[in-house]
C-alpha cells in the first residue's frame, strides 16, 4: 500500500482535475445553450461519475458482512435521501480475484426502505482492492427494481443503510 502522504497529494490532483472538467464542461454547455435543459441530468451524472473516481480518496468504509471470498463494505458517511429513497455506495472486496483479474467492486445503490427494494445504479470494477486503481464503471441499463431472498447478505446491506439514513 502507499504511504499515506503519496494517496493525500493523488487525491488533491484527482479532485483537482475533477473540478477543471467540472468547469470546462459547465462552459461548454453554457455556450450552446443547452444549459437550461441538460442542466439536472448532466450535474447528476457528473457528480455519480466524479464520486466514483475519487470516492477512495474520502471513503470511509465499514465492513458490514462477508461470505465465501467476499467482504462486503458499506459507506455510511455518503448516504444520500431523496424523494423518499436511498442511494449509498457499497464495496465488496473478493480475497481471490474474478474474471479478468478484478479484485473489488464498487455499486451505486438506490433502495426503497418502505418496499424493501432496491436497485443498482452504477457498477465499478477496479483491479486493487478496496476500490482503488483504475476503474471501469458501468451504468446498469436494466432500472429494475429487485426484492432482496429473505436472510442474504444484501437483505442485510439494505437493511444497514436504511437505518443508518434514518439516523440522520
Known amino acids: 500500500m502507499f504511504p499515506t502522504y503519496i494517496r493525500s497529494v493523488v487525491c ?3 479532485s483537482s482535475v475533477s473540478f477543471m472538467i467540472f468547469n470546462l464542461t459547465f462552459t461548454f454547455f453554457n455556450y450552446f445553450g443547452l444549459l437550461k435543459c441538460m442542466y439536472k441530468l448532466f450535474l447528476l451524472k457528473l457528480i455519480v461519475f466524479l464520486s466514483a473516481l475519487s470516492s477512495p480518496c474520502i ?11 467476499v467482504k462486503i463494505y458499506l459507506n455510511f458517511k455518503e448516504i444520500r435521501k431523496n424523494d423518499g429513497l436511498i442511494y449509498f455506495w457499497q464495496l465488496n472486496d473478493y480475497s481471490q480475484p474474478l474474471r479478468k483479474k478484478i479484485s ?4 451505486y445503490i438506490k433502495v426503497n426502505c418502505k418496499k424493501n427494494k432496491f436497485n443498482p445504479l452504477i457498477f465499478s470494477y477496479h483491479l486493487e482492492s478496496m476500490g482503488l486503481g483504475k476503474a471501469e464503471i458501468k451504468n446498469n441499463k436494466e432500472a429494475k ?6 436472510n442474504s447478505k444484501q437483505k442485510t446491506i439494505i437493511r444497514a443503510a436504511c437505518i443508518a439514513s434514518f439516523r440522520t
Not at 471513503?59 to 471470498?69: G, M, P, R, V
Not at 427494481?145 to 429473505?150: D, G, R, T, V
Open 12 to 14: 488533491f490532483i484527482s
Open 59 to 69: 471513503a470511509e468504509w465499514k465492513k458490514i458482512t462477508d461470505a465465501q471470498n
Open 104 to 107: 473489488s467492486i464498487k455499486i
Open 145 to 150: 427494481w429487485i426484492s432482496p431472498k429473505s
